[in-house]
């Protein structure tokens, strides 16, 4: 199955570019602005989750995020939007915690959210 990918993280965006024939939205600027292309997608329609790679980021701030969507005939459900919504809350309140992150920590997120992202593609 072919997927739409929408992130923010290099580290994906290389993987998705060199090693899949997925299609992907590479979004320039922060995990929000990644929320917002997703909130635009699914407003659009034909679009839905196919994975949930936010759930193992309740815990603490990311600032790389990437959603892995596919095609369908069925817009978003109420699940999907509430996942996304629920997501952005979270990012809003601790926006400020990952913007100190070092270089160093920042290569750390980016390689976890890559890694993420090869589980759900079965990389």
């Known amino acids: 199955m072919k997927y739409t990918l929408l992130t923010n993280n290099p580290a994906v965006r290389e993987l998705i570019e060199t090693e899949t024939n997925h299609h992907l939205f590479f979004v320039d600027g922060s995990v929000q602005a990644v929320i917002s292309k997703c909130e635009a997608l699914f407003l659009q329609g034909g679009y839905k989750l196919a994975a949930d790679p936010l759930a193992g980021r309740r815990a603490r701030p990311f600032p790389y995020l990437t959603l892995v969507l596919q095609e369908s005939s069925e817009p978003a459900d109420a699940d999907d939007w509430n996942r996304i919504a629920d997501y952005s809350t979270r990012n809003s309140r601790r926006i400020e915690e990952s913007k100190g992150f070092s270089e160093r920590l920042k290569r750390d997120y980016q390689a976890l959210d890559?890694?993420?992202?090869?589980?759900?593609?079965?990389?």
Do not use: E, I, R
Request: a positive charge; hydrophobic letters at 50%; one cysteine or more.
């Open 114 to 123: 890559c890694s993420f992202t090869k589980a759900v593609l079965k990389l």
